[in-house]
């Protein structure tokens, strides 16, 4: 059976892209997941340390890793989302919707 790298990556502790990535895959019986917690991606530098280490396993195993990220800031979340893995990004799914219902933009802090 083939095991899929999934990473957990956020600039806090992780447990809310964890909480919710997990939920997601429980979905999809039968696959097995090596999952990788990247917490505290609040730099450039460690934006940038968090896409050798994505690339590595996806060089390493021939499959993209999936990514759950709750990375806030713009620039930090554009670093990460450039990486060769399927970028699933929490924050965009939920923010965008809520600016344009509350007909105001987020703090994105």
Not at 28 to 45: H, K, W
Not at 73 to 99: H, K, N, T, W
Request: hydrophobic content about 45%.
């Amino acid at each position: 059976m083939t095991r899929r790298t999934v990473f957990f990556v956020s600039d806090q502790t992780g447990v809310t892209a964890e909480t919710m990535g997990h939920s997601l895959l429980t979905q999809f019986e039968g696959l097995e997941f090596r999952p990788v917690t990247l917490p505290f991606v609040s730099s450039i530098d460690k934006a940038q340390e968090a896409v050798r280490k994505i690339n590595h396993a996806a060089a390493e195993e021939g499959l993209r890793p999936i990514i759950f990220s709750t990375l806030v800031q713009d620039e930090l979340r554009d670093i990460v989302m450039r990486s060769d893995a399927l970028f699933l990004d929490f924050f965009a799914a939920f923010v965008g919707p809520l600016e344009r219902e509350l007909d105001t933009r987020s703090t994105h802090r």
